[in-house]
């Protein structure tokens, strides 16, 4: 699944800007971008710019503002009591993903990376972007390793960024998502809680 505004109910992009003041901004640019009406990459590029400076123990301090989304804790539940394997994939930041995910015994993900020197954020993100198509071939990839058919998989999101995974999904579901993935995705849960996931792929199994 998704992770910010979906797994958490934040955008961590946007509590990192807080730090530097430039929240308003990057959640314009945000919500643009998760409607789809701009390049994800690109996006992420002018929004990772106003984060030059911030010091490294951003990290620690944003991650203790982080809240799980309601019936989060309990998704996870019912996943590992049916022996489901979870994984998160994020267009957020790996500083953070990586130990939310450890915190809650995930240990699949795959998240974008911000550079830093000498103790502070350049302003720029370091290796591959985890973009739309990046997120569909991670799914794939959590997939394969897993040893689960495409056809048994599950993706859950709520941005233009989560289409291409929703779509190559056994069950695709947009939650709580914008009106471009609420009008493709196979399923919907419009909220608030995460574990409401659980009928709706219960039903689509059930139909098969």
Avoid: C
């Avoid at 979906?6 to 308003?24: H, Q, S």
Wanted: aromatic share 4%; glycine share 10%.
């Amino acid at each position: 699944m998704d992770v910010d505004s979906t797994f958490i109910t934040a955008e961590v992009i946007e509590l990192l800007a807080e730090r530097a003041g430039r929240k308003d901004e990057v959640a314009a640019v945000t919500e643009a971008a998760m409607r789809g009406e701009l390049d994800f990459a690109a996006s992420l590029e002018r929004r990772v710019a106003t984060l030059a400076g911030l010091p490294v123990s951003v990290f620690d301090d944003v991650l203790a503002e982080v809240r799980l989304t309601p019936g989060a804790v309990e998704l996870l539940d019912v996943a590992r009591s049916r022996g489901w394997a979870v994984g998160l994939v994020s267009g957020g930041f790996e500083e953070v993903v990586a130990p939310l995910a450890a915190r809650h015994g995930i240990t699949r993900f795959r998240a974008n990376r911000l550079e830093v020197r000498e103790g502070a954020l350049t302003g720029r993100t370091t290796g591959p972007v985890i973009d739309r198509a990046a997120k569909e071939r991670t799914l794939r990839e959590f997939a394969e390793l897993e040893g689960v058919p495409m056809s048994r998989t599950v993706a859950i999101g709520d941005g233009a960024n989560d289409l291409d995974m929703i779509g190559a999904a056994g069950i695709g579901i947009a939650f709580q998502a914008k009106p471009v993935v609420e009008a493709v995705a196979p399923y919907a849960v419009p909220g608030p809680r995460l574990d409401a996931a659980v009928a709706v792929i219960d039903a689509a199994i059930a139909a098969r």
